[in-house]
C-alpha cells in the first residue's frame, strides 16, 4: 500500500513540475506582457495603506497583470520600518515567518498577496539594516546600530524576496545611502529582465542610464515625485527618458497634487505612453494596466490613453519652478489677433540654440482675464538644487510665464483660460558638445500637465564628429498646437566628466578626444 501511495505521490509531483515548466515556457513564448502601475494617494495610517495595497492587487483591474507596481513612500514612511531578506537567500516571507517575529507583518501580508494573487509585485519601503551587516562601509553608525535605506523589494508570483534595490540619489531625505551604488537586476518567468530604481535616480547615470548602457530594456519606477517647471514634471520627465533610451518603463507615482505629487505611466520607449496620468485636485489610489510588448519582438501596440482634457491651475497642482532667472532668454512679441514668427539664435556662454517658431492668433485675449505668454531659454550650468546631487544641464526650450518678466515663468495661472495663440511651427535645432556619459530627450508639457506623444513630434540626433552631436526637435509636419506649456530639448549631462571642450588639452587628451579643442 506505501509503495502505492509514493508512486501515486511521485505521479502528481512529476505532473505538477510538467504543468508549471509548460506555464513558464508558455510565458516566455508570449511577445508581451502585462503590467499595472498604481497612482496612490498615500495616508499617514500603515495599516489604511496597508489595506488599499492588498486590495488593488486582486482588484479585478489587476486580474490580467503579471507585474504591480506602487509608488515611492506610501506604504510604510510614517511607520515602521522593516528588515528585508537578501535576494540571495530566496527568503519567502509569508511562509517563513508568517507570524511576522523578524519581518513586520506587512512585509509578510505583502509577500502572501503576492503568492496568493500568483504576481511579481514590486512595493517601496523604509528598510532597516543592521550596520554591524556592512562591516567594509566604515562611516559613523547611528546609535541604535541601524542603517535605513530608501528600498525597492521585489516579490515574485510565490512571494519570494528576489530583488532589492536601495536609492542613490535621495531627495533630501533623512536616510542613509548604501556604502556603494547599487545596480539591481530581476528575472522574470514570462522571459523579461527588469532594473530598477527610484524617483530622483532618474537624473543620473548610476543607476539608471548605467543599467540601460548594460543591456537592460525594461524597468520598474516608483516615484514621489515633486513637479517642477517648466522641464521636470512627473510623466513629461518619465516618458522623455523612456523615449530617449528606447526602453520600456512601468513608473507607478504618489498622488497627493496638493504638495506636488501625481504622475504614473507605462511607457515603450519609441513607441511612447501605453497609459499615463496625471490627477489634479485630491488624488487617487487606482491601477493603469496595459499590455508591453517584449523588445525581442516590438511591434505596434493598441493604445489606451484616453486623453484628459483637464486644464492645470495653481490652484488644482501645487508645483515647483526652475530657477528660470539663471537663463538667457528672450520673449516672444505675440500680439493680439496677428499672427508671428521668430527666428533666433540664443547664447549662453559658448553654448547657443537655433529657434524657429510661428504662432497664429485664435482670439483676442479678455482685459481682465489672465493668459500664458511665452519666452525661448538656455541654460548651461549646473542645476541649482540646495543640500542635493546636482546634474549639470544644457536646455534649450520654449517655455510659458504668467506675466512678462522671466521672474513670472514656471508658474501655472490661477484660473482657467483658453489660449490666445497657436503654434504653427516650433522647432530647435543645436549642436551639443560629446561627453563620457549624457542624455538628451525631446521634453514637452501640455496644460493638461502631459506631454506631446512621438507621433507628434519630429527627433534626430547625429554625431557628424568626435566632439558633437547634432540635434533637431520639432512639432511634426502639418502639427499645430494650442494648449502648450513647454517644448524644449533637455539636454543632461550628469557630472560633466570627460565634456569636449572642457578642461585642458592633457585633460581632454587622457578622456580619448584625439583632437581637443579648448
Given at each position: 500500500m506505501a509503495k502505492n501511495y509514493w508512486s501515486f505521490f511521485q505521479h502528481c509531483l512529476i505532473l505538477g513540475l510538467m504543468f508549471g515548466w509548460s506555464q513558464q515556457a508558455s510565458l516566455s513564448r508570449?511577445?508581451?506582457?502585462?503590467?499595472?502601475?498604481?497612482?496612490?494617494?498615500?495616508s499617514h495610517l500603515l495599516s489604511d495603506n496597508l489595506d488599499a495595497y492588498v486590495?488593488?492587487?486582486?482588484?479585478?483591474?489587476?486580474?490580467?497583470?503579471?507585474?504591480?507596481?506602487?509608488?515611492?513612500?506610501?506604504?510604510?514612511?510614517?511607520?515602521?520600518?522593516?528588515?528585508v531578506p537578501k535576494p540571495e537567500d530566496?527568503?519567502?516571507?509569508?511562509?517563513?515567518?508568517?507570524?511576522?517575529?523578524?519581518?513586520?507583518?506587512?512585509?509578510?501580508?505583502?509577500?502572501?498577496?503576492?503568492?496568493?494573487?500568483?504576481?511579481?509585485?514590486?512595493?517601496?519601503?523604509?528598510?532597516?539594516?543592521?550596520?554591524?551587516?556592512?562591516?567594509?562601509?566604515?562611516r559613523p553608525c547611528a546609535s541604535n546600530g541601524l542603517n535605513v535605506y530608501n528600498s525597492n523589494v521585489v516579490f515574485d508570483r510565490q512571494g519570494v524576496v528576489v530583488s532589492r534595490y536601495r536609492k542613490v540619489h535621495l531627495y533630501g531625505e533623512p536616510k542613509n545611502t548604501t556604502?556603494?551604488?547599487?545596480?539591481?537586476?530581476?528575472?522574470?518567468?514570462?522571459?523579461?529582465?527588469?532594473?530598477?530604481?527610484?524617483?530622483?535616480?532618474?537624473?543620473?547615470?548610476?543607476?539608471?542610464?548605467?543599467?540601460?548602457?548594460?543591456?537592460?530594456?525594461?524597468?520598474?519606477?516608483?516615484?514621489?515625485?515633486?513637479?517642477?517647471?517648466?522641464?521636470?514634471?512627473?510623466?513629461?520627465?518619465?516618458?522623455?527618458?523612456?523615449?530617449?533610451?528606447?526602453?520600456?518603463?512601468?513608473?507607478?507615482?504618489?498622488s497627493d497634487p496638493t504638495v506636488g505629487n501625481s504622475g504614473s505611466g507605462i511607457y515603450q520607449g519609441r513607441s511612447g505612453s501605453l497609459r499615463s496620468v496625471m490627477r489634479l485636485g485630491s488624488g487617487e489610489r487606482a491601477i493603469y494596466v496595459a499590455r508591453v510588448p517584449k523588445y525581442k519582438a516590438k511591434r505596434r501596440t493598441k493604445r489606451d490613453l484616453n486623453r484628459s482634457q483637464q486644464v492645470a491651475t495653481s490652484s488644482s497642482f501645487n508645483i515647483k519652478r526652475d530657477y528660470l532667472e539663471n537663463f538667457t532668454s528672450e520673449e516672444l512679441k505675440i500680439e493680439a489677433g496677428k499672427s508671428g514668427?521668430?527666428?533666433?539664435?540664443?547664447?549662453?556662454?559658448?553654448?547657443?540654440?537655433?529657434?524657429?517658431?510661428?504662432?497664429?492668433?485664435?482670439?483676442?485675449?479678455?482685459?481682465?482675464?489672465?493668459?500664458?505668454s511665452y519666452r525661448v531659454g538656455i541654460f548651461d550650468g549646473?542645476?541649482?538644487?540646495?543640500?542635493?546631487?546636482?546634474?549639470?544641464?544644457?536646455?534649450?526650450?520654449?517655455?510659458?510665464?504668467?506675466?512678462?518678466?522671466?521672474?513670472d515663468c514656471g508658474q501655472l495661472l490661477p484660473d482657467l483660460q483658453k489660449p490666445v495663440v497657436t503654434f504653427t511651427q516650433l522647432e530647435i535645432r543645436v549642436t551639443y558638445p560629446h561627453s563620457r556619459e549624457f542624455l538628451f530627450f525631446p521634453d514637452t508639457l501640455l496644460d493638461s500637465l502631459l506631454p506631446l506623444e512621438p507621433k507628434q513630434f519630429e527627433w534626430s540626433q547625429q554625431q557628424p564628429s568626435?566632439?558633437?552631436?547634432?540635434?533637431?526637435?520639432?512639432?511634426?509636419?502639418?502639427?499645430?498646437?494650442?494648449?502648450?506649456?513647454?517644448?524644449?530639448?533637455?539636454?543632461?549631462y550628469y557630472y560633466n566628466d570627460c565634456t569636449f571642450g572642457v578642461g585642458t588639452a592633457e585633460e581632454q587628451l587622457a578622456c580619448g578626444y584625439k583632437n581637443p579643442q579648448i
Open positions: 508570449r511577445d508581451y506582457y502585462t503590467a499595472g502601475v498604481v497612482e496612490f494617494r498615500p486590495e488593488i492587487i486582486h482588484s479585478k483591474n489587476a486580474s490580467t497583470t503579471d507585474i504591480i507596481v506602487f509608488p515611492e513612500s506610501t506604504l510604510n514612511d510614517m511607520g515602521p520600518t522593516t528588515f530566496r527568503i519567502n516571507p509569508c511562509l517563513s515567518d508568517p507570524h511576522g517575529s523578524h519581518f513586520e507583518d506587512y512585509l509578510v501580508t505583502l509577500s502572501c498577496a503576492a503568492r496568493n494573487a500568483s504576481k511579481y509585485i514590486v512595493i517601496n519601503l523604509t528598510e532597516k539594516q543592521k550596520c554591524e551587516d556592512v562591516p567594509e562601509d566604515t556604502f556603494l551604488p547599487e545596480l539591481s537586476t530581476f528575472e522574470t518567468d514570462f522571459g523579461v529582465t527588469f532594473g530598477h530604481f527610484i524617483c530622483f535616480d532618474i537624473l543620473f547615470y548610476t543607476p539608471a542610464h548605467q543599467l540601460v548602457d548594460q543591456g537592460v530594456t525594461d524597468f520598474v519606477y516608483p516615484a514621489m515625485w515633486f513637479s517642477q517647471l517648466p522641464f521636470l514634471t512627473a510623466v513629461q520627465m518619465q516618458l522623455g527618458w523612456s523615449y530617449a533610451n528606447d526602453v520600456s518603463l512601468l513608473a507607478a507615482g504618489a514668427d521668430l527666428s533666433k539664435i540664443l547664447c549662453h556662454g559658448g553654448f547657443c540654440c537655433h529657434f524657429d517658431v510661428a504662432w497664429r492668433s485664435l482670439e483676442t485675449a479678455a482685459g481682465n482675464s489672465s493668459y500664458y549646473w542645476r541649482n538644487q540646495k543640500r542635493l546631487d546636482v546634474n549639470y544641464i544644457r536646455n534649450c526650450g520654449l517655455f510659458t510665464c504668467s506675466g512678462h518678466s522671466i521672474d568626435e566632439g558633437s552631436h547634432q540635434v533637431r526637435f520639432a512639432l511634426g509636419e502639418s502639427q499645430e498646437v494650442s494648449n502648450l506649456l513647454t517644448f524644449a530639448i533637455y539636454g543632461n
